[in-house]
């Protein structure tokens, strides 16, 4: 059995029940497991303070007399324990119940449990058929994630190896400001330090473990910084006419916006916003699909395939 | 539960089954161990731990728990629903926000609902989180009901390397992840054999009923056959393609592969950086396709 643990719910409560500061003999005196030494019991006390910060308890530290800082007292601001939410409502804690579901398996899920099991102590009760029965999922198993969140909330900066497009790997200095997932994969947005521009990282390039470094708050996210828009797809500007043949480039025609039947041949219009990724699946398609415009995406097309003939031949 | 519970853990959890405890009086000792995701004995043993703390010099805090059912009194001080941390709050934020993507139109007034609760609950995170679920995530849950209640599905499936469509029915049998797709394992009734199919590329999945065969996962028969290749440039696309570790980038690769037709096109769709070494075939047909795509433009 954990003594620690014991000691830690002890020192809440009696640093939330006194209504005046505690001085550390009274703890130490009232509180079973200080034991040993002056010197042992301080350093015990110190870590423990720290500890039930790490849980978001604050532990305040105030004076008896203001003028004079002899001896120093301890307590927990009850409104400062407990949260500012009223409630929720039957509906709100059937959502917030699916929201932490779907993290069942992944990173964070101890911290979505026990958030979900603080607002159910509201003592509401979920109203699980208000709400639709999805089940989504939150697919992270990252080991680097508990860090990137941690660092973000605390404003601390970012140390790790990404793999660049040639594919080795730079190290990089980023302070982050969000995260997000888009299609089953996980990014990081933050200031590159190197660079000094903001840049989008996908977790499953980073080479390296990530480490925190530096002190916290060191920097502020912008005020208009949105993860939102950052993972938003642009909307394409560019557009291709195609030539497919008839019954092929399936996956072309769904992202056609029209297409014009002749006998053997379709024509189609797709609009694009990257050349490389269409010219990659139109190569893909061999010969069932000709580039006939713009002239650069033919080009491209026309240059790849000269340079596969050149390496294969 | 795999993870070891520190005792720091430990200690946030005492403090949180108070609250949770009074305001479920007379809750089975069961039912509370699983709301917190833990063993009856796990459990058991912080209520005995609870149990003795509180002021000595007034009163312990008095829990009821051996009839089975919990209850809990003279608790006061701890019984306040403690402020949310940061990690907390942030598991809540990023699932409530894929929760809105999800319902998207489908349910106009439970958007409005889970935007006003963000607001509310995680006000900071608003702009710093972002997350929408995989566009099959409907079609995810309805293989994994599938799954779990042993039935048939079927499905409409795009095989990309054969360009082609086709209605199948299959009994799923497990699903499995890789490179950041999902797979769903399972016996084929058009093939009458075990086939993996892309979970993305599934574009209609139905349940059709019970009667599934009683199958095992099996390991594939044949093994993928080894290509070895260059690359001559865009490194990680190429090894995110063939699931390839970045640190093994020497000049040869070796590429497990089990569809030869699959390997053509996408040494096309390469563009020119991936080079087929070896076997021959592969390398000779790479180039006969390049070459006939070449002809179309004169």
């Given at each position: 059995?954990?003594?620690?643990?014991?000691?830690?719910?002890?020192?809440?409560?009696?640093?939330?029940?006194?209504?005046?500061?505690?001085?550390?003999?009274?703890?130490?005196?009232?509180?079973?497991?200080?034991?040993?030494?002056?010197?042992?019991?301080?350093?015990?006390?110190?870590?423990?303070?720290?500890?039930?910060?790490?849980?978001?308890?604050?532990?305040?530290?105030?004076?008896?007399?203001?003028?004079?800082?002899?001896?120093?007292?301890?307590?927990?601001?009850?409104?400062?324990?407990?949260?500012?939410?009223?409630?929720?409502?039957?509906?709100?804690?059937?959502?917030?119940?699916?929201?932490?579901?779907?993290?069942?398996?992944?990173?964070?899920?101890?911290?979505?449990?026990?958030?979900?099991?603080?607002?159910?102590?509201?003592?509401?009760?979920?109203?699980?058929?208000?709400?639709?029965?999805?089940?989504?999922?939150?697919?992270?198993?990252?080991?680097?994630?508990?860090?990137?969140?941690?660092?973000?909330?605390?404003?601390?900066?970012?140390?790790?190896?990404?793999?660049?497009?040639?594919?080795?790997?730079?190290?990089?200095?980023?302070?982050?400001?969000?995260?997000?997932?888009?299609?089953?994969?996980?990014?990081?947005?933050?200031?590159?330090?190197?660079?000094?521009?903001?840049?989008?990282?996908?977790?499953?390039?980073?080479?390296?473990?990530?480490?925190?470094?530096?002190?916290?708050?060191?920097?502020?996210?912008?005020?208009?910084?949105?993860?939102?828009?950052?993972?938003?797809?642009?909307?394409?500007?560019?557009?291709?006419?195609?030539?497919?043949?008839?019954?092929?480039?399936?996956?072309?025609?769904?992202?056609?916006?029209?297409?014009?039947?002749?006998?053997?041949?379709?024509?189609?219009?797709?609009?694009?916003?990257?050349?490389?990724?269409?010219?990659?699946?139109?190569?893909?398609?061999?010969?069932?699909?000709?580039?006939?415009?713009?002239?650069?995406?033919?080009?491209?097309?026309?240059?790849?395939?000269?340079?596969?003939?050149?390496?294969?031949? | 539960?795999?993870?070891?519970?520190?005792?720091?853990?430990?200690?946030?959890?005492?403090?949180?089954?108070?609250?949770?405890?009074?305001s479920h009086q007379g809750i089975p000792i069961r039912e509370l161990a699983e709301s917190f995701n833990i063993s009856v004995e796990e459990l058991a043993s912080d209520l005995n731990a609870l149990w003795m703390c509180g002021d000595s010099r007034f009163d312990l805090i008095d829990l009821e728990f051996e009839s089975g059912y919990v209850s809990i009194r003279n608790a006061d001080t701890l019984n306040r629903v403690r402020s949310l941390n940061q990690q907390e709050l942030i598991s809540l934020a990023i699932g409530l926000d894929m929760i809105e993507k999800q319902i998207g139109d489908t349910r106009v007034d439970l958007v409005a609902v889970i935007s006003n609760l963000k607001r509310k609950l995680t006000p900071h995170f608003l702009h710093i989180v972002d997350a929408s679920p995989r566009k099959s995530e409907l079609i995810f849950s309805t293989l994994n009901s599938a799954l779990a209640s042993r039935q048939?599905?079927?499905?409409?499936?795009?095989?990309?390397?054969?360009?082609?469509?086709?209605?199948?029915?299959?009994?799923?049998?497990?699903?499995?992840?890789?490179?950041?797709?999902?797979?769903?394992?399972?016996?084929?009734?058009?093939?009458?054999?075990?086939?993996?199919?892309?979970?993305?590329?599934?574009?209609?999945?139905?349940?059709?009923?019970?009667?599934?065969?009683?199958?095992?996962?099996?390991?594939?028969?044949?093994?993928?056959?080894?290509?070895?290749?260059?690359?001559?440039?865009?490194?990680?696309?190429?090894?995110?393609?063939?699931?390839?570790?970045?640190?093994?980038?020497?000049?040869?690769?070796?590429?497990?592969?089990?569809?030869?037709?699959?390997?053509?096109?996408?040494?096309?769709?390469?563009?020119?950086?991936?080079?087929?070494?070896?076997?021959?075939?592969?390398?000779?047909?790479?180039?006969?396709?390049?070459?006939?795509?070449?002809?179309?433009?004169?």
């Amino acid at each position: 059995m954990s003594r620690k643990s014991e000691r830690l719910v002890n020192l809440t409560i009696a640093l939330l029940a006194t209504k005046r500061w505690l001085t550390k003999e009274e703890i130490f005196a009232s509180i079973d497991g200080y034991e040993g030494e002056a010197d042992s019991k301080e350093r015990m006390f110190e870590r423990d303070k720290d500890d039930l910060r790490k849980l978001g308890i604050d532990i305040e530290v105030g004076t008896f007399d203001p003028l004079f800082d002899d001896e120093v007292g301890y307590r927990i601001r009850p409104e400062k324990y407990s949260t500012h939410l009223e409630s929720v409502s039957e509906q709100e804690l059937a959502l917030i119940s699916l929201a932490s579901q779907a993290w069942r398996g992944a990173v964070l899920d101890s911290p979505a449990l026990s958030a979900l099991n603080k607002l159910k102590s509201f003592g509401v009760d979920s109203d699980l058929d208000s709400v639709p029965s999805i089940a989504t999922r939150v697919t992270i198993s990252d080991s680097n994630f508990e860090t990137i969140i941690e660092a973000i909330i605390s404003k601390r900066s970012l140390e790790f190896e990404y793999i660049s497009e040639d594919g080795t790997s730079l190290s990089r200095k980023v302070h982050p400001y969000g995260v997000g997932t888009k299609n089953g994969f996980w990014y990081l947005t933050g200031l590159d330090l190197g660079k000094d521009e903001i840049r989008t990282f996908r977790l499953d390039r980073i080479a390296s473990s990530v480490s925190m470094s530096g002190k916290s708050e060191i920097f502020q996210i912008p005020q208009d910084f949105q993860m939102r828009r950052i993972l938003a797809s642009p909307e394409p500007q560019l557009v291709a006419e195609l030539r497919v043949r008839r019954d092929k480039g399936l996956s072309l025609r769904e992202q056609a916006t029209s297409i014009v039947d002749h006998e053997e041949w379709s024509l189609l219009t797709i609009p694009y916003i990257h050349e490389v990724e269409l010219a990659a699946q139109i190569l893909w398609h061999l010969d069932d699909v000709e580039v006939i415009s713009p002239q650069s995406l033919r080009n491209y097309v026309i240059t790849s395939l000269q340079e596969i003939v050149q390496s294969h031949g | 539960m795999a993870k070891r519970t520190t005792p720091i853990e430990r200690a946030a959890r005492m403090l949180d089954l108070v609250p949770f405890i009074s305001s479920h009086q007379g809750i089975p000792i069961r039912e509370l161990a699983e709301s917190f995701n833990i063993s009856v004995e796990e459990l058991a043993s912080d209520l005995n731990a609870l149990w003795m703390c509180g002021d000595s010099r007034f009163d312990l805090i008095d829990l009821e728990f051996e009839s089975g059912y919990v209850s809990i009194r003279n608790a006061d001080t701890l019984n306040r629903v403690r402020s949310l941390n940061q990690q907390e709050l942030i598991s809540l934020a990023i699932g409530l926000d894929m929760i809105e993507k999800q319902i998207g139109d489908t349910r106009v007034d439970l958007v409005a609902v889970i935007s006003n609760l963000k607001r509310k609950l995680t006000p900071h995170f608003l702009h710093i989180v972002d997350a929408s679920p995989r566009k099959s995530e409907l079609i995810f849950s309805t293989l994994n009901s599938a799954l779990a209640s042993r039935q048939r599905v079927s499905i409409e499936y795009f095989s990309a390397s054969e360009d082609r469509i086709s209605e199948r029915i299959i009994s799923p049998l497990n699903i499995t992840q890789e490179n950041g797709y999902e797979f769903v394992i399972a016996f084929c009734q058009l093939a009458q054999s075990q086939r993996t199919f892309r979970i993305d590329r599934i574009s209609k999945a139905e349940i059709v009923g019970s009667d599934t065969p009683s199958l095992s996962v099996e390991q594939t028969k044949t093994g993928p056959s080894m290509i070895s290749a260059k690359a001559h440039s865009n490194a990680r696309r190429i090894h995110e393609t063939f699931g390839i570790s970045h640190s093994s980038s020497q000049a040869e690769m070796q590429i497990p592969i089990y569809n030869p037709q699959w390997m053509i096109r996408t040494t096309l769709s390469l563009a020119g950086s991936l080079e087929v070494t070896s076997p021959h075939q592969i390398r000779a047909a790479v180039l006969t396709r390049a070459n006939e795509a070449l002809a179309l433009y004169g």
